[in-house]
């Protein structure tokens, strides 16, 4: 049948615009595909043994610095694992600063990869730098988004990486109400930059390629779940946080030494798409038009339309952003005082949140004195990897089939591989993914 | 004139100070025009044979980061070590006080033999580095004053006063007496009064030690504030875990 060629070898030392280090491997020999694999070669960084002995106050200090990107991420995880360890409850007040502070992520780190890591392949220059001459608005415009985003943050936990204000129980310092006015009128500066960045994607058009697969995320009633929530999948199974365990299966396959997570099929996605598909009703009616003008309707079972998704959740998080700030504004700020002592007794608590890569897990261990003895992590990037695999089984005899030119290939596979938007970093610091 | 060209790379790190660069937004286009960035593999695709200047960000954890910084070190002119984990080894060395082999089969299990590793280290335990700029994550603003002089040919000068300094002239009230354990005490300054003790939070240390600290005086707040040495030890390890004198002192 295959009138296409018959042989292919794709290897891409250190795959570039994407966080952390991995090298793509494709090899196909008479029709056969014999190898594809991601191989992820990032040092191990050991942060779950580097738990054990930490205070409670610290384990936030110490695993914001997972991740670069998604710092402000580990934090809120980090902090709600020990609050639930501690048996402590949230103020509405805490809630919504800090659903604010994750929102700012979601955007700083969206924006960072549809326009910094995406938007070149499809202009076809090497990195946005180019970019700066020929499409001046676009990069200036990505920039004064970035900036919002990294400002957010700024004012609410000193910064986006590793933020600082933000401790078990509440804050070290709050944004006085004027603060916050002035940090509403500058989010209220870029609102048709946030429009523009709409109207930029929808001209760009994602490759085909069709892949059903399990979509898992954090669920919620009352709202598009990035802070709070069960976990689902799209296949109908649901745990509570506590029970993470049951849809989260960790396993090390034989190929790899990678700990890839499945629930019960081969691998599972999370991440913006996973997010679109499981909870889309609940978005933002701004984000919705997006999603309609972008052309994304779920189900969606085109990976690359993960970049598409996340300029959909950049319009929600934007306007849910200044509508947490217009509350927080009109209930006034009370001078909360976070807990300056360990509540006395052993303890063990889980914190889930939803990060830009999709659903993160801490899970800690606490002995009566508040240091930690046991440690888990569960990070979105790993939960993909077996993923982005099966989805270079499908993806590499289709474009064989097009008849696709090997350079065509490894640019696709690469494309495939950004999508994802994986932060490699994050993902060893669980394991160091070697797949052969 | 050729530009002078820029390097960016990571050892094992979380790669936030490379985003730190990217956040310094439209400050970058000057540099910019005056220098090619011909790898930065975190933001773009390219390499070259030869880097008049490496931004290199990350501390070394196995022996192939030691080979891979002295790969970096060979087609470097200027090498400069960028924020705590390439400067004093950052929060990686947390692990050498913990049994090496019980930190890999924590994380491992049965596989541990498949994840070599050795006690992390900053960039300068192995190759030569000619300039550090410190913080976890690195200040924009300290990055962009300090490739200012590296591309004017001249030494960037760091800070050599501690925190206390730049939160006395902050006004900020010591957090000693809020009952927080800070490391402004001894830790190099540059980052105050932006960040931890002005938002109400201690010093953990991220910029490391400044040359010839006052160990006797930080002794003394110490033993007045009635920490114990685990407590204290506990509060180094996070960032300065390489400091023997720091063990010993306490």
């Known amino acids: 049948m295959a009138k296409a060629a018959k042989t292919l070898d794709v290897r891409v030392d250190y795959v570039t615009r994407v966080e952390g280090h991995g090298n793509i491997r494709a090899r196909v020999e008479d029709g056969e595909l014999v190898e594809c694999q991601l191989e992820v070669i990032e040092s191990p960084r050991f942060f779950e043994a580097m738990l054990r002995g930490r205070s409670w106050k610290d384990a936030m200090f110490l695993t914001t610095r997972i991740c670069g990107i998604c710092a402000c991420g580990h934090g809120s995880a980090s902090l709600k694992a020990t609050e639930d360890a501690m048996g402590f409850v949230r103020s509405e007040q805490t809630e919504r600063l800090r659903r604010i502070v994750l929102h700012a992520e979601q ?25 700066a001459k020929t499409h001046t608005d676009v990069v200036l415009r990505a920039m004064r988004l970035k900036a919002l985003a990294t400002h957010i943050c700024r004012v609410l936990v000193g910064r986006h990486t590793h933020p600082i204000g933000m401790v078990p129980g509440g804050y070290m310092k709050l944004p006085s109400v004027r603060v916050l006015k002035d940090l509403r009128a500058e989010v209220a500066k870029v609102e048709a930059d946030v429009q523009a960045t709409v109207d930029l994607f929808a001209t760009l058009k994602m490759p085909a390629f069709e892949r059903e697969t399990e979509y898992e995320s954090i669920t919620n009633a009352d709202e598009y779940a990035f802070f709070d929530g069960d976990l689902v999948t799209s296949d109908g199974d649901r745990a509570r946080p506590r029970d993470y365990g049951q849809i989260i299966h960790e396993s090390i396959v034989r190929h790899s030494s990678a700990k890839h997570v499945k629930n019960k099929r081969e691998s599972l996605m999370v991440g913006a798409l996973a997010r679109f598909n499981n909870n889309h009703k609940q978005l933002h009616p701004k984000a919705k038009a997006a999603a309609e003008k972008l052309g994304l309707k779920a189900p969606c079972h085109n990976t690359f339309h993960n970049n598409t998704a996340q300029v959909v959740e950049t319009v929600h998080c934007y ?15 009370r001078d909360e005082k976070p807990p300056m002592e360990w509540s006395g007794e052993a303890g063990e608590g889980v914190g889930i949140v939803e990060v830009p890569r999709g659903t993160l897990v801490h899970h800690y261990q606490y002995d009566k004195k508040g240091i930690v003895t046991g440690a888990n992590l569960v990070i979105p990037t790993n939960q993909n990897l077996a993923n982005i695999e099966a989805d270079f089984r499908a993806y590499v005899p289709q474009l064989m089939k097009e ?13 495939l591989v950004r999508a994802y938007d994986p932060c490699i970093s994050c993902s060893t610091h669980l394991v160091e993914v070697e797949f052969r | 004139m050729a530009k002078p060209t820029l390097m960016f790379d990571a050892l094992s790190c979380c790669e936030g100070c490379e985003l730190q660069v990217v956040n310094c937004g439209p400050a970058l286009l000057p540099i910019l025009e005056r220098a090619d960035i011909v790898r930065f593999r975190e933001a773009s695709d390219g390499d070259a044979d030869h880097y008049d200047i490496a931004f290199v960000e990350g501390s070394i954890v196995t022996e192939h980061d030691v080979e891979k910084a002295k790969e970096i070190r060979a087609k470097t002119g200027v090498l400069v070590a960028l924020g705590a984990c390439a400067t004093i080894g950052g929060v990686n060395v947390v692990k050498n006080f913990q049994d090496p082999d019980d ?18 280290r900053p960039l300068k335990a192995e190759v030569k580095v000619d300039a550090e700029i410190h913080g976890c994550p690195i200040n924009p603003q300290e990055f962009l004053a300090a490739a200012k002089c590296l591309l004017m ?8 006063y501690p925190v206390c300094v730049d939160c006395k002239l902050a006004d900020n009230v010591c957090l000693w007496h809020k009952g927080l354990p800070c490391l402004g005490i001894v830790t190099r300054a540059g980052c105050a009064p932006f960040l931890c003790p002005s938002a109400g939070h ?3 240390g991220c910029r490391g030690l400044v040359d010839d600290p006052n160990a006797q005086a930080a002794k003394d707040v110490m ?5 114990t040495v685990d407590d204290i030890l506990r509060e180094f390890r996070l960032f300065q875990g390489i400091y023997d004198e720091v063990a010993k002192e306490a």
């Open chain 2, 103 to 120: 930190v890999s089969e924590y994380v491992y299990g049965d596989k541990k033999a498949w994840f070599p590793h050795i006690p992390a």
């Open chain 2, 202 to 204: 201690k010093c953990i």
């Open chain 1, 107 to 131: 955007l700083d780190s969206h924006w960072l990869h549809v326009y910094f890591l995406v938007a070149p392949d499809f202009f076809g220059v090497p990195s946005v730098i180019p970019l």
């Open chain 2, 153 to 160: 040919g001249k030494p960037y000068k760091q800070p050599n």
């Open chain 2, 223 to 227: 033993a007045e504030f009635g920490l």
């Open chain 1, 403 to 415: 008849g696709k030119s090997q350079d065509e290939i490894r640019h696709a596979l690469e494309m």
């Open chain 1, 319 to 333: 306007y849910d952003v200044l509508r947490l700030l217009d509350e927080l504004i009109q209930a006034g700020i």
